[in-house]
Every structure is written in C-alpha cells, then in structure tokens.
C-alpha cells in the first residue's frame, strides 16, 4: 500500500475522510500538534506549515500527498498569508525538495465565489475570489500549476463544495460533496496516470449544481451521492434568504459578505458538519 501524508490531519474534514482513506493508503497524519489517539498503523509527524524544515520532515518518504492543511475560513490577512500563501508555498516546495510528485490540492468553491449562482461555470474559468480564503486557494491552485509545469509535480486542486455528512441548506443542495466521494476524487488525483495539473469542483451528484464538473467526469469520476435526496428535509428546516443579495445570489454565499469567521472550536465539541 502507497504512503500518503495528510496533512489537516486533526481537521473536520480529515476526520471524515481518514477511515475511507485508510481502506487504500497508509497514512501519515500531520497537523501543528501530535494526532490525538493515533489509529494503529497510522504515523504522525506534527508539523507547523509555516515551518519548512518541519514540513520536509513530514514530507520525506510517501508516496502522495492530499494538503487539506492551512484556515479553512476566512480571517486577517496575517492569518491566511501565514497558513495558506506561505503554508502552501513550503508544502509544494518541500515535495519538489523530497521528490514527492502526486498533491491532491484541497481548493475552494470560494476561489470562484463571485460567480452568481444563476452561472453555470466550468473548471477553467477565470477566479473571482469572495474572501482572502477564497484567494489563497486561488494561489494554491497556481501553485500546482507551476509546480506541473516547471518540475514535472502531478497535481489534482478540488474546488470543495461543502463537506458533510449530508447537505444541511439551500446552497448546500447545489455545492454539496460527502465523504465518500470526496475519497473517489482524491483517488482520481493520486492514481490517474500522467497527470498533470488539473481543477475539478468537488461535489457529489447533485442535481442543482451551479458548476460544469465535465473535467472530473473526463478523469473517471462518477459521484455516487446526491444531494437531492436529502432535498426535503432540507428545504422545511432552511430559514430562507439572509436578504443580503451578496449572500443569497453569488456561489459563495455568506462569504460575500464576511471579513472574518470562527474556526468550529473541537474542544467545545464543534465541527464543520
Ligand atoms: C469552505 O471552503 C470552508 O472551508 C467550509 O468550512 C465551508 O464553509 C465551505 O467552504 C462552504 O462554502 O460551505
């Protein structure tokens, strides 16, 4: 079995992912601090993103890397320059450095937030970020297109949707990716031969997206979840529209409008589902 680093690895989402993941890969978790009740078999080696000779060191022997590491929201510009501008940079520099070549990238809907949702928009259109967050992925999306280019690295950037376990909103229904098929993707990104950078919209099957996902059906991806089975439900426990046309009519939703947001707090319980 192949030796995949993750790195996010105490994150929300990781933590979704890790046991799908594991039916695959070995893995090696990394986040800023040593992974709490690490699963037998899995490696942890804890590092700070910012710290290069740290991220060499978790880098250093696998076979693939999926980054969901760095703010997941959007904050200060000190925040998101130091996680996902420089965190991102020393990520891709340091797997050049180890001869790492296969990054499954986890990008953002928020790379191209601006869009209106009455758009429908392929995977090589032109970003509009809604955040700072939004930009960093933009730039981390850049990144792998450099990195393939120039030194020959094979990267998948996944403009992720909303993961959870089930979709929970209106926007939900459109933008919507489980666990399950999320896993598919980052498949795709570290088997697909002959890769070389390329974006797909991580979503699962749902029937009121507002993106072309054609790209990803070209590399074999074939979602096996759908959003519009949980549409019901969805639509009696939704509050209706914030009034804020920003946040009601563009893809990127409240992130239009925020300057800065809470990390879910995991002590208190909190996650992003
Ligand atoms: C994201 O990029 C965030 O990381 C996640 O927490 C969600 O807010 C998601 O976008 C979304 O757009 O719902």
């Not at 999926?66 to 510009?77: I, N, R, T, Y």
Request: proline share 5%; glycine share 10%; net charge negative.
């Amino acid at each position: 079995m192949k030796l995949i680093l993750l790195t996010g690895a105490a994150g929300g989402v990781a933590q979704m992912i890790r046991p799908l993941l594991r039916e695959h890969y070995r893995l090696r978790l990394s986040d800023r601090q040593p992974i709490a009740d690490l699963p037998l078999g899995d490696e942890s080696v804890p590092a700070d993103l910012g710290d290069m000779a740290a991220v060499g060191r978790a880098v250093a022997g696998v076979d693939g890397i999926v980054h969901l590491g760095g703010f997941s929201l959007e904050s200060d510009w000190e925040t998101i320059r130091a996680a996902n501008i420089d965190g991102a940079y020393n990520l891709f520099e340091a797997a050049r450095v180890a001869g790492v070549r296969r990054i499954v990238f986890a990008s953002s809907n928020h790379a191209v937030g601006y869009y209106p949702r009455s758009q429908t928009i392929p995977a090589d259109t032109t970003v509009r970020p809604d955040t700072r967050y939004g930009l960093s992925k933009a730039f981390g999306e850049a990144l792998g297109s450099l990195y393939a280019d120039k030194y020959g690295a094979e990267v998948l950037s996944v403009r992720i949707g909303h993961i959870g376990l089930r979709p929970k909103s209106i926007r939900d229904l459109a933008i919507w990716l489980s666990p399950n098929d999320f896993v598919q993707l980052i498949r795709i990104g570290l088997e697909t031969p002959g890769l070389r950078h390329e974006i797909v919209y991580g979503m699962s099957d749902n029937a009121r997206a507002w993106w072309d996902n054609a790209n990803a059906r070209r590399l074999g991806y074939r979602p096996v979840d759908r959003a519009e089975d949980h549409a019901a439900g969805v639509l009696a426990a939704d509050a209706g529209p914030s009034g804020d046309p920003r946040d009601d009519l563009n893809q990127g939703g409240m992130f239009c409008v925020a300057e800065a947001m809470q990390m879910p707090n995991r002590e208190k319980g909190e996650t992003v589902d």
